[in-house]
């Protein structure tokens, strides 16, 4: 009698990317083995058996969109597969037999992805060891220090490097070489693990390979309790993928900070002259969702800025959608969902929308859609305080908007100063895309649409 192994429920998503199938028919598995590996927009999650048998059927391929209740693995009974093992025929002890190399159990899995392995754990083959020899009589040439390893590349007949497309995706955005990284997942399969331990060994100094800043200094490890007590504490799973991806981002693209301020006098006293009515609407009527309107208005007279650099460098990929994200500061860290097509859309329809998505957010409801598809980012600190900040470019996206807390100024008007309430307006841009005059000008532009709102008719 066979098993059907299914999805279980994974939450609000739905049609989830398989980016790896860790089983193979005639595999043997045990409960709670990992056998394939789910990436949403907001983690990776393995789906682990719920029984144990021999694989007799495996109806998911990488690529694949899964959703709850779904079959992914069939399991033969027990009995069914006494003949193969009898016979050798499909069971790790054969291809261990044969030379290939494959995992020892979850349990292995599970301290080796980690990136810390225990004594009981053997370490990673060796890039050596992976070259298939064409005499088992050939004698082994000398093995060389990790140093010298490091820094040389595979060997040309060596096997290729075995990962999932997001974990490739990973490796180039911190500029790692998968030929250099050994693998310690399921038949030498490479993870995001492996490749974090080899950026950490090689900062650390641990390592000499090359990662995507080299001459980066290692980060110190300090004994901080020998000056007082202290405590350690986890990251959240949102601050952790979050500082991964800003630190990419950081290193990736060459930031520059256009400072400017907006008189927003006018743009204020209408907004409060509209309290009443978005009250009677159930509609919070903030300034964000003018800044939102505004920046659609801004994308449309800036296309660059509503653009991305192709994955080559040398092409420019214009959009000719409109949304925006938002910087949601939420108890478990920063979370950027998109407001879609700002540009066609009214403010009082912007609010409301910006009003339920953050609360879908704060409560952690949000589903991956809700931040996929941003055009441009806005990062608004107005609530708390601040003059000016340099906000960090949400990669693959050119620019982003940072907003400090308005304040009543002084301004010349020609003839004597006038108190107005002023906008400080802090656009960080990708200078591979934006030259600094451009900077200037969207700005410039921007301020003057948020000076003047029947411009954001136009």
């Known amino acids: 009698m066979s098993t059907e192994i299914r999805v279980p429920d994974i939450g609000d998503f739905d049609a989830v990317e398989v980016i790896e199938v860790l089983v193979a028919v005639g595999d043997e598995v045990k409960e ?89 754990t053997p370490p990673p083959a060796s890039p050596e060891s992976r070259v298939p020899s064409p005499d088992k009589s050939t004698p082994t040439p000398a093995k060389r220090n990790d140093a ?66 080299p001459g980066l200094p290692a980060q110190p490890d300090v004994d901080f309790s020998k000056f007082g007590e202290t405590e350690t504490l986890e990251l959240s799973r949102i601050r952790k993928l979050s500082a991964k991806a800003l630190h990419a981002s950081w290193l990736r693209i060459p930031h520059v900070t256009q400072f400017d301020q907006a008189d927003i006098t006018d743009l204020e006293a209408f907004r409060k002259n509209q309290k009443t009515r978005a009250e009677s609407e ?40 409109y949304n925006v994200g938002v910087a949601v500061d939420t108890d478990n860290g920063l979370v950027v969902p998109v407001i879609r097509d700002v540009l066609n859309k009214g403010v009082f329809d912007l609010a409301h929308e910006l009003s339920e998505v953050s609360d879908r957010a704060r409560n952690g409801k949000l589903k991956g859609a809700d931040l996929q598809g941003g055009c441009f980012s806005i990062s608004s600190l107005g609530g708390i305080g ?39 307006l802090s656009l960080s841009y990708d200078h591979r895309v934006i030259d600094g005059a451009v900077a200037a ?12 709102i029947r411009k954001l008719l136009l």
């Not at 069914?80 to 290939?100: F, H, I, P, V, W």
């Not at 400090?404 to 008007?413: I, K």
């Not at 000008?441 to 003047?452: E, H, M, S």
């Open 32 to 120: 709670e083995q990992p056998l394939i590996t789910l990436e949403s927009d907001k983690a990776t999650m393995e789906v682990p058996a719920t029984a144990a048998g021999r694989v007799a059927e495996v109806r998911v391929t990488e690529g694949d969109k899964v959703g709850e209740g779904d079959v992914i693995v069939v399991l033969a009974d027990r009995d069914s597969g006494t003949a193969d093992r009898d016979s050798g025929l499909g069971t790790r002890d054969s291809e261990e037999e044969d030379g290939d190399e494959t995992s020892d159990g979850p349990a292995d899995q599970e301290n080796v992805g980690a990136g810390e392995p225990t004594p009981e």
């Open 148 to 213: 010298e390893a490091s820094q040389t590349p595979r060997a040309t007949n060596a096997a290729p490097s075995h990962a999932s497309p997001a974990v490739r995706k990973f490796a180039r955005e911190l500029g790692v070489d998968l030929s250099r990284v050994d693998g310690t997942g399921p038949k030498n399969r490479i993870r995001k693990e492996d490749v974090q331990q080899f950026v950490k060994q090689a900062v650390s100094g641990a390592g000499s390979a090359p990662t995507a800043a």
């Open 386 to 424: 601040g003059t000016a900040f340099t906000p960090i470019v949400n990669s693959p996206e050119v620019g982003i908007l940072g907003v400090s807390r308005a304040a009543m100024q002084p301004v010349w008007n020609g003839s004597e100063f006038v108190p107005r309430l002023m906008l400080p």
């Open 282 to 321: 159930g509609v919070k009527l903030t300034m964000l969702a003018f800044l939102l309107k505004a920046a659609g208005v801004t994308l449309a007279e800036f296309p660059d800025l509503n653009s991305a650099l192709a994955a080559d460098g040398e092409h420019l990929i214009r959009k000719h959608y």
């Open 441 to 452: 000008r969207i700005t410039g532009f921007l301020a003057d649409v948020l000076g003047d």
